[in-house]
Nanobody, 123 residues
Framework: QVQLVESGGGLVQAGGSLRLSCATSIRLFRWYTMGWFRQAPEKEREFVAANTWSPGNTAYADSVKGRFTISRDNAKNTVYLQMNSLKPEDTAVYYC????????????????WGQGTQVTVSS
């Protein structure tokens, strides 16, 4: 059974930083597109960032570009999301996801999901 386990969420003041981790049990992890999504209360789940199997191929939502960085460690089957200059509007539950897809911003294209980790940014 595939598992994705996120960690690293918490409460931080505006302007602060957090680093999310997502450890997986996916075989052939290196060939999967890994994405981060978030969902705020009463809002749709939205794309945040993705990293495909092709080295250096990353994508970001406009709202986080220049502040967030996605990376992966294929040896550890883990993907990370470094979040800097956090804003109150970044408050949400953050989910990592894995899929065999190039449609990295479409959450329907991802096969495996973590349980989510709460990120709260205070003003």
């Amino acid at each position: 059974q595939v598992q994705l386990v996120e960690s690293g969420g918490g409460l931080v003041q505006a302007g602060g930083s957090l680093r999310l981790s997502c450890a997986t049990s996916i075989r052939l992890f290196r060939w999967y597109t890994m994405g981060w999504f978030r969902q705020a209360p009463e809002k749709e789940r939205e794309f945040v960032a993705a990293n495909t199997w092709s080295p250096g191929n990353t994508a970001y939502a406009d709202s986080v570009k220049g502040r967030f960085t996605i990376s992966r460690d294929n040896a550890k089957n883990t993907v990370y999301l470094q979040m800097n200059s956090l804003k109150p509007e970044d408050t949400a539950v953050y989910y990592c996801a894995a899929g065999d897809t190039n449609a990295y911003s479409d959450y329907g294209e991802y096969t495996y999901w973590g349980q989510g980790t709460q990120v709260t940014v205070s003003s």
